[in-house]
């Protein structure tokens, strides 16, 4: 697993071992960047359920201003640690469930540019995290949540969200929604 773009381009990032993380695709992640390319200058950055941290570490190499990183896993944590330190970046790791992670940030006044969420496919919880990340309002007005879901499993989008894309790469899909602007 590689740094695919950016400053960072090419540099190797350590992936945890076993089943329990599954890194995004390289086709996956090259699409999601070009679709955020205008958007990352600068850009605040959530990797919520990080792995290994490549997502967030794909945006900080092509230019966003800074990225938290949160997973549950002690060892995705770490690892994302090492990959931080490997590459000469900063980064903030929180080890804590994702619900937590969003209260927590939440009450830290934080917002960001970009979420990005790759749950575990199966655990059905995609409805669950929109609502969250709307009612702690982590995503900023202009800001764009990244779904990373499997074809046979599309999560619908809730209240407060809309859809600005949805694209297939096999059977990996991604969703990007938007707060839905207030109409008068």
């Known amino acids: 697993m590689r740094v695919s773009g950016g400053s960072l381009r090419g540099r190797a990032l350590i992936s945890p071992k076993g ?3 599954r890194p995004t695709a390289s086709v996956v992640k090259e699409a999601l960047m070009s679709m955020l ?3 990352l200058g600068g850009a605040r950055v959530l990797d919520l359920f990080c792995g290994s941290g490549q997502m967030g570490i ?3 190499s092509r230019g ?9 896993s002690r060892e995705s944590c770490r690892i994302t640690r090492d990959n931080l330190g490997a590459l000469g970046l900063e980064g903030s790791v929180m080890q804590s469930d994702w619900e937590q992670t969003l209260t ?6 934080k917002s960001f540019d970009i979420i990005i969420a790759d749950p575990p496919y199966r655990a ?12 702690r309002g982590v995503l900023s007005p202009d800001g764009v949540l990244v779904l990373e879901h ?3 499993l599309p999560p619908e989008a809730v209240d407060g969200l809309s859809v600005l894309k949805m694209r297939s790469y096999g ?10 602007r207030n109409e008068q």
Do not use: H, P
Not at 104 to 109: A, C, F, H, N
Not at 124 to 135: A, F, L, N, S, T
């Open 19 to 21: 089943n329990d993380v």
């Open 58 to 60: 794909e945006c900080l």
């Open 150 to 152: 499997d074809k046979a």
């Open 104 to 109: 927590t940030l939440s009450v830290r006044g």
């Open 37 to 39: 390319a205008f958007q």
């Open 124 to 135: 059905g919880m995609y409805e669950k995290i929109q609502d969250r990340i709307v009612e």
């Open 171 to 180: 059977k990996r899909c991604l969703m990007l929604l938007q707060l839905k």
């Open 64 to 72: 966003a201003g800074e990225c938290v990183f949160a997973d549950i």
